[in-house]
């Protein structure tokens, strides 16, 4: 029989529906109920596409016996991380301030005043490697809890204290300058992995926002080490088995240092932070690979995830059916030789062997290799290479497909918007366009209320229950931003300036200038969470900063200019130190260090000829943060068209920044020497 979760919309809450653990979804009611019977919480964390929840799951809480120990001794509440990034970012905190690690699955036990005091991750059903089994665990905090009760609630009030005394205020600092970005280089050079790309051991992750900081830092300084660490990297990446070489996109991170077996969930912030990096990487270099890689990972995006409704699903899982029944890691994407001739032949399966570099002894599990393209393009025909990957990925299609997570995150949703609009207009893609726009479309339509403030996730049409974070107000905001200077459409503008008003009066400190992940009326916590650090996608704070700045660049707000400049403060003091953690605020301090510069080209229409040629060279600029309007002369659509007459009866750009002008100018030769100077 079903339990409380049959009716949540989460898929990762619906995968635990019919559990025989009696799980409640994280509601007061839980709580209350916990109050009333006078046992503890056991809080759960995962999410869908999370390989050892689904471990966990199947060996414990799938398990009849140790499901009623729970449903005994403990009101279970299970949480989707995607969905409750602030009770996510709450318990792991106090998780990796007690243990010093933390991951998912994440197991909290916790008072019924929601306050924690044990935590792990993931438990076994049987004592192994050190790990007690879950079912002691679970014995060992009751008899606690009956016998030591004074003890337990003096431990988790301990731990609440010590979590409020956390909070971050850095408001008043000074953006950072020259000198702190230079240490920031200075200190990814010394992590940086000249044999492999990428910063630091294993297990490696895409830094994708250290890589837009570095691009940004080289437009800005011509800093050439700068450069070159961002296409190695890329290169490297991209060659790799985290990358998927038949149909595209990247996987979640590599388990070794060279990229070649990945953990194989693809989750759609990934791969839009990572689109718009090898985007921008062709728009520094005019790399092939990188215009490959930015339009294979767009598709991508467009063809796997994209939902009914013109969203786009948060994930697609690393597990499926071996075609045994049994769901394994990675199945979908690995291959032996023998698969490669079934496919193939003989001769072309020993030439896509050479090509993808498939060995007998495997890469991977039990003899089957992740693709890989380990020699340079020219090995191979490059017409018989695109055959054999066509042969290929048709056969994979015949494979028991990953399980995709349908659930649509506004936060990630906003990221995949800026890469899609962008990745379109650099390479005369209108389809990736119009997907970014439709996106676009169902945010506004499903998300937004009428007092322009955000859910956090929706599913199948239907807005979920959550109230959007710090996170989803920027990063949908950095979206619309981008829509606007690609569309040329101000309503996208005007939508970005309701959010980042949001960002001002609800998320921030107005005293120090601090910024905080939940708003001021959220639901009251143990403690409000607060975290400047990036780690797999832009941090609310770091990202706020970033449509907060341009935003006043394309209005001349002082207020917002001021919010983001404020916000960067934090980025002086942890630029110099990890730089590895705060990627997209330095990308957005250098920004604000160029301008940003504002650039306005006006035209007689938006189909002129001349107006498109200028206004492909505006977004074609490699200025850190610059933005873009277009439209005809005196234009309602974006403040920055305002005054901004033709020039001798010609389309013409105007570009600002510092509250200083150059000279208007028709020529798109000149207008790409500004912006790249």
């Known amino acids: 029989m079903p339990n409380r979760l049959a009716h949540e919309t989460s898929p990762y809450l619906l995968q635990h529906a019919d559990n025989p653990v009696d799980w409640w979804p994280w509601s007061e009611e839980a709580f209350a109920e916990a109050r009333k019977r006078n046992v503890p919480v056991l809080l759960s964390i995962g999410y869908s596409s999370c390989h050892w929840c689904h471990v966990m799951a199947h060996e414990s809480f799938e398990d009849q016996e140790t499901a009623e120990y729970l449903n005994a001794h403990y009101v279970s509440v299970k949480v989707d991380r995607e969905e409750r990034p602030d009770v996510d970012a709450v318990y792991m905190e106090a998780v990796q301030a007690a243990t010093g690690q933390g991951g998912w699955p994440m197991t909290v036990f916790l008072t019924p005043d929601a306050e924690p005091f044990y935590f792990g991750t993931y438990f076994p059903p049987a004592p192994r490697q050190g790990m007690p089994s879950f079912r002691q665990v679970l014995q060992g905090v009751h008899q606690a809890w009956d016998e030591r009760r004074d003890e337990v609630t003096e431990v988790a009030g301990k731990i609440v204290r010590d979590l409020a005394g956390r909070e971050i205020s850095y408001g008043d600092a000074q953006t950072p300058g020259e000198e702190e970005l230079a240490q920031a280089l200075l200190g990814l050079t010394r992590e940086y992995d000249p044999q492999r790309g990428g910063f630091g051991g294993a297990?490696?992750?895409?830094?994708?926002?250290?890589?837009?900081?570095?691009?940004?830092?080289?437009?800005?300084?011509?800093?050439e080490g700068a450069l070159q660490m961002a296409g190695d990297t890329c290169e490297r990446m991209a060659r790799g088995g985290i990358y998927d070489q038949l149909g595209g996109g990247f996987a979640r991170y590599s388990v070794d240092r060279d990229w070649v077996v990945p953990h194989f969930e693809k989750m759609l912030y990934d791969n839009a932070l990572l689109c718009r990096v090898y985007a921008h990487l062709w728009r520094a270099t005019g790399s092939d690979l990188a215009r490959r890689v930015a339009l294979e990972t767009a598709d991508f995006m467009v063809r796997e995830l994209r939902t009914n409704e013109g969203g786009f699903a948060s994930a697609l899982d690393a597990d499926s059916d071996d075609g045994t029944g049994k769901h394994v890691e990675g199945a979908y994407y690995v291959w032996t030789p023998e698969q490669l001739r079934e496919v193939l032949g003989e001769q072309d399966a020993e030439l896509a062997a050479r090509h993808f570099g498939v060995t007998e002894e495997g890469t991977f599990e039990e003899g089957a290799s992740v693709l890989q393209l380990p020699v340079r393009d020219g090995f191979v025909d490059a017409g018989k290479a695109a055959s054999v990957r066509e042969r290929l990925l048709a056969a994979r299609s015949e494979r028991p497909a990953p399980g995709r997570d349908d659930k649509v995150v506004a936060a990630w949703n906003g990221l995949a918007i800026a890469a899609l609009a962008e990745t379109g207009a650099y390479f005369d893609r209108p389809d990736l366009v119009e997907a970014a726009v439709a996106a676009a479309d169902l945010l506004v339509r499903l998300h937004l209320d009428e007092q322009a403030r955000l859910t956090r996730t929706s599913k199948d049409g239907h807005a979920g229950a959550n109230a959007g974070v710090l996170e989803d107000y920027a990063d949908v905001a950095e979206g619309f931003l981008a829509l606007a200077s690609v569309t040329g459409e101000g309503v996208w503008l005007e939508f970005a300036g309701f959010l980042v008003d949001h960002v001002l009066a609800r998320f921030t400190d107005p005293e120090s200038g601090s910024l905080y992940d939940t708003a001021a009326d959220a639901e009251r916590l143990i403690r409000r969470p607060q975290d400047p650090t990036d780690n797999a996608a832009p941090s609310?704070?770091?990202?706020?900063?970033?449509?907060?700045?341009?935003?006043?660049?394309?209005?001349?707000?002082?207020?917002?200019?001021?919010?983001?400049?404020k916000a960067l403060g934090v980025v002086k003091a942890l630029g110099p130190r990890v730089p590895r953690f705060i990627g997209w605020g330095l990308a957005v301090a250098e920004a604000a260090l160029d301008g940003p510069?504002?650039?306005?080209v006006v035209g007689p229409s938006l189909g002129d000829e001349g107006?498109?040629?200028?206004?492909?060279?505006?977004?074609?600029?490699t200025a850190p943060g610059a933005v873009v309007a277009v439209g005809v002369p005196e234009s309602e659509e974006f403040p920055l068209l305002s005054g901004r007459p033709l020039v001798g009866g010609e389309p013409a750009a105007y570009v600002c920044r510092n509250f200083t002008c150059d000279v208007p100018t028709t020529e798109v030769e000149r207008l790409r020497a500004v912006l790249s100077d």
């Open 203 to 223: 297990p490696k992750f895409p830094p994708s926002m250290v890589l837009e900081f570095l691009l940004r830092h080289h437009a800005r300084t011509g800093a």
């Open 540 to 565: 609310g704070w770091s990202a706020a900063a970033g449509a907060l700045l341009g935003y006043a660049a394309h209005t001349g707000s002082e207020p917002h200019r001021t919010a983001a400049e």
């Open 597 to 600: 510069r504002e650039v306005a």
């Open 611 to 621: 107006t498109r040629s200028l206004h492909r060279t505006a977004l074609l600029g």
